[in-house]
């Protein structure tokens, strides 16, 4: 990179900053000023901060993209597409009506503390941004030269300092100023991409035929399993959060609906360049580097830069969300409801929890390498154990008793844990009967609640 791209890079950081710090959070605020803002989310914002914070997976997509072709917008795409829909149907207004600040206290409500804690517990888990801070040391590595440890270690730090000091308000101000970046850079790529190589012909003549069918040489039951992955959509606390925090209930489902147009277009965009960048530089050793890696190839000096800041933009609106998130649930849900800490305690412990989260997202980064088996092993334990009881927490008069509520996250989540544990038992390297481990567990979610005992649903207010 030429200094001129560095230098945009150092604008864009010290502008972060300034946005993030605008107003901090005072010593005596409440919870709901740390964890929703104080619910005041307008439409622009909750769109903004919604796009931005659900698509920090950028090299995951790049990674996808490069190794599998058109088939990224049928698992990364479409799934989450529906997910997102029935959340905005389904749950958008309720979340924002149930005037709760977290999934956890949802659990409370419906099923109990102990629930709620154990609920939490795993949410922390699913919620801790390794595979983002991932992606950042990837691309320190490949833009900058920096060692990778390095840049997931500096990546990290300064994607929470901010957070660390502004709670929720200024997660949704820096996501603001990102939401642009993130088009931006990916527009001028495509545009220079087509203008210099010609468009659907030269792929065509370009990439394997492979790269152009549905299926991208997956299974079927290997592209199904992430349409029971993207279910999780569905206990996704950062859409919670949004809801909880917007104006009111229609802010939080039209946001919704306006955000999957969004990221609609964002997947033609990321899904056209992975196929360019497989077409011109066929021999990457690391597809995740492969949106940086054609970058270099064909940006000039100042463009380079700029997508430079699209991929940073991208990754650290998500870091510092999923940050935060299991910041909040470390110190709201686990330690203030063990120990029933009052409001100015948990925004303590909420500060803890973001320095431990990063700790353990850079353990995660560093141990797996990989940013899609990220998505896949968290996706496929936490979702089984915690589909069913979120759900149907806000849908239906149908409920689980406590007790079943619990026993169900735990045998459900221990299901598919020794379900994807069995691959290193099994002499052929595959899971047991063939089944990704998902399956298993919202199978048994579902015929347990099935054969549940009935329970009046809680007062809620009505749509």
């Known amino acids: 990179m030429h200094v001129v791209d560095y230098c945009l890079v150092v604008i864009y950081l010290a502008a972060l900053l300034l946005i993030g710090f605008y107003r901090r959070l005072r010593r005596d605020s409440s919870t709901t000023e740390l964890i929703v803002g104080g619910r005041m989310l307008t439409l622009p914002a909750f769109v903004a901060s919604l796009v931005s914070t659900w698509y920090g997976g950028i090299l995951g997509v790049g990674e996808y993209s490069y190794r599998f072709g058109l088939s990224n917008w049928l698992v990364f795409g479409l799934p989450y597409y529906l997910a997102a829909f029935l959340f905005a149907l389904f749950l958008a207004k309720k979340a924002r009506q149930s005037e709760v600040l977290t999934i956890p206290e949802r659990l409370a409500q419906a099923y109990g ?219 709201n849900d686990i330690v203030g409801r063990l120990f029933n800490l009052d409001e100015h305690r948990i925004v303590l412990y909420s500060q803890v929890g973001l320095i431990l989260s990063a700790f353990l997202a850079v353990a995660f980064a560093v141990f797996f390498r990989s940013v899609v088996d990220i998505w896949y092993v968290f996706g496929s334990i936490g979702t089984p154990a915690l589909l069913v009881p979120v759900f149907f927490s806000y849908v239906g008069r149908r409920r689980l008793s406590a007790g079943a509520a619990f026993s169900m996250i735990i045998i459900s989540g221990m299901l598919s844990l020794l379900w994807y544990l069995s691959k290193y038992v099994n002499a052929d390297g595959g899971y047991w009967l063939g089944l990704q481990p998902i399956f298993p567990g919202v199978t048994l979610s579902i015929v347990f609640f099935m054969f549940s005992k009935r329970r009046e649903a809680l007062a809620l207010p009505e749509n």
């Not at 990290?156 to 660390?164: A, K, N």
């Not at 949004?242 to 209930?249: I, L």
């Not at 077409?279 to 830069?305: H, N, R």
């Open 113 to 331: 503390n102990k629930t709620a804690v154990l609920g939490s517990i795993i949410i922390y888990l699913m919620t801790v941004p390794a595979a983002y801070v991932l992606m950042l040391g990837v691309l320190c590595e490949s833009l900058f030269g920096w060692p990778f440890w390095l840049g997931v270690t500096a990546g990290t730090l300064f994607s929470i300092i901010y957070v660390y000091m502004g709670g929720f308000r200024s997660v949704v101000r820096t996501d603001l100023f990102q939401f642009g970046l993130m088009f931006l850079g990916f527009v001028v790529l495509l545009v220079m991409l087509v203008t210099r190589y010609g468009a659907f012909d030269f792929l065509a003549s370009s990439l394997p035929a492979q790269h152009l069918t549905w299926h991208g040489g997956n299974s079927i039951w290997y592209i199904a399993t992430w349409y029971v992955i993207a279910l999780a959509t569905l206990i996704e606390p950062a859409f919670y959060q949004r809801c909880y925090a917007a104006r009111d209930a229609g802010t939080a489902r039209t946001g919704i609906l306006i955000s999957i147009a969004c990221w609609a277009f964002f997947d033609f965009l990321t899904t056209s360049c992975g196929l360019y960048a497989k077409a011109i530089l066929p021999g990457l050793v690391d597809p995740v580097a492969s949106y940086p890696a054609l970058a270099l190839q064909v940006l000039p000096v100042g463009l380079l830069g700029l997508f430079a800041l699209t991929l940073l933009a991208t990754i650290m609106s998500t870091v510092d969300s999923y940050s935060f998130i299991a910041a909040t649930t470390f110190g």
